[in-house]
């Protein structure tokens, strides 16, 4: 039984292309967020939704849009993709907002933009 | 310059050998969580620390927050193979707020 999924596992694209990811938790928690990690290991928050609100959104280019169509599902869009845009992309989840916020993570996407 | 600066970058030990890997900020942290992460997968929580001073054992590993909440350590004692893998501290200014990662130290424990 996964707790946090993302779809799909990899993606390799030509530059320009838009491209969606998918991710889903199935353990009843109010918070989402997308990470970016790089080459270098160093993990980045994206974007939070909280109960489907964006509560935080970092510098991120606004070719990136994310989508919550209910608490248990948020979604990362990105626009005519870069080369700098290859990195490991996670999905991770936490009861809410309050509290030492431990976060759960999806097994990551790889993004390849050729 | 990062938040959360992590130390070694990289480690590599024989199995049997003990290890410390640090997490230094100049930044008061309401909480700080150690995670490790292995290829290919996603980071996977293993300790929250909240309170100053506090110490904290999951079997041969212990984890400390510094009195002063800007610094925690993890020491692993007589590593295993299964030991290895990408440590990231990562830490709340405030309660429920974002969590800044650290670096990470990857940890290379040899049989």
């Known amino acids: 039984d996964t707790a946090v999924s993302q779809t799909p596992k990899y993606l390799v694209t030509q530059m320009g292309n838009d491209k969606s990811i998918k991710c889903e938790q199935n353990?009843?928690?109010?918070?989402m967020y997308w990470y970016k990690q790089d080459s270098k290991k160093f993990l980045k928050i994206m974007f939070s939704?909280?109960?489907?609100?964006?509560?935080i959104n970092e510098t991120v280019p606004n070719r990136f849009s994310p989508k919550s169509p209910d608490k248990a599902h948020l979604n990362l869009h990105i626009n005519s993709l870069e080369l700098g845009d290859s990195a490991v992309y996670f999905c991770?989840?936490?009861?809410?907002?309050?509290?030492?916020?431990?976060?759960?993570f999806g097994p990551g996407t790889r993004l390849t933009v050729l | 310059t990062q938040l959360l600066e992590q130390s070694p970058q990289f480690l590599s030990i024989q199995e049997g050998e003990n290890l410390t890997v640090y997490c230094n900020s100049s930044?008061?942290?309401?909480?700080l969580q150690w995670y490790r992460q292995e290829p290919g997968e996603g980071p996977v929580l293993l300790v929250t620390?909240?309170?100053?001073?506090e110490v904290k054992k999951l079997k041969r590993l212990t984890f400390q927050f510094g009195d002063a909440r800007k610094d925690s350590s993890l020491h692993i004692t007589a590593a295993q193979p299964g030991d290895t893998g990408l440590y990231l501290c990562?830490?709340?200014?405030?309660?429920?707020?974002?969590?800044?990662f650290g670096g990470g130290t990857r940890v290379l424990v040899k049989p």
């Open positions: 939704y909280n109960n489907k609100e964006l509560i």
């Open positions: 990562a830490g709340a200014r405030a309660a429920g707020n974002k969590l800044t």
């Open positions: 620390v909240v309170t100053g001073g």
């Open positions: 353990l009843g928690h109010d918070t």
């Open positions: 930044s008061v942290f309401s909480s």
């Open positions: 991770a989840s936490s009861r809410g907002t309050g509290g030492p916020n431990e976060q759960f």
